[in-house]
């Protein structure tokens, strides 16, 4: 993916933009944060394909303006699309340092780390109850207070629940089941000081 560059099908119709900018969302291609948003006119969407870094139409500037050509910090080009209307695009980078001037990843001062929606939130809670497992009194905490193998235990219980439930015809029980399986396999994670990302890296090396 990082090698070919995706242009979408077609570029904006800038004979009739007529000179106008159009903005340019910038979204990381990998953890599909937003970075940025900037403008760019024809000369700085060609410039972007050439180089396959990131070129804007600075307002303040007046002039075509690379993203990283003072602080190194460059959005390496990744794909390009246009919505709709052929008036806004939406380019996905690999970028390289932070985003914002003022050091931030984003410029909304987010931290461009992959989110799992509600299993992010749940790791969060789970890595705060590991944290405070002596003055927690918690489901979770107990857990971590009797070690990793009571943790590997309850995992490998739930996996036979699931196994159990799953040859049998009642849906809402197998779902409670890999939920509790998921829960547990989640705190054992904790207990050995990864996360979702890291086994989601481990399927992306073994993906071809």
């Known amino acids: ?9 077609i570029s904006p119709p800038w004979e009739e933009l007529e000179g ?14 937003v970075l940025m948003l900037g403008y760019m006119n024809e000369e700085a969407y060609s410039k972007t394909i050439e180089t396959k870094q990131v070129t804007f139409f600075s ?3 007046q002039r075509l303006w ?8 460059f959005l390496n080009l990744v794909s390009i699309k246009n919505d709709c209307d052929n008036d806004t695009l939406l380019i996905q980078v690999n970028p390289v340092g932070p985003t914002c001037h003022k050091g931030t990843d984003t410029c909304w001062n987010e931290s461009n780390t992959v989110n799992y929606g509600f299993l992010s939130q ?5 890595k705060n109850r590991k944290e405070n497992a002596d003055s927690e009194e918690s489901y979770v905490a107990s857990l971590f207070k009797k070690g990793i193998n009571k943790i590997a235990q309850k995992v490998g219980e739930e996996a036979v629940e699931v196994v159990i439930e799953s040859k049998d015809n009642n849906d809402d029980l197998f779902l409670d089941e890999s939920a509790d399986l998921l829960f547990h396999y ?3 994670l904790q207990a050995k000081g990864f996360t979702l990302n890291d086994i989601a890296s481990v399927l992306k090396k073994r993906h071809k």
């Open 1 to 9: 993916m990082k090698n070919e560059i995706n242009t979408g099908v």
């Open 20 to 33: 106008a900018l159009v903005p340019a969302i910038i979204q990381d291609a990998i953890t599909n944060n």
């Open 59 to 61: 307002r303040s500037k």
């Open 66 to 73: 690379t993203k990283g050509e003072e602080s190194g910090n």
């Open 122 to 126: 749940l790791e969060d809670v789970i």
């Open 186 to 188: 989640l705190i054992l």
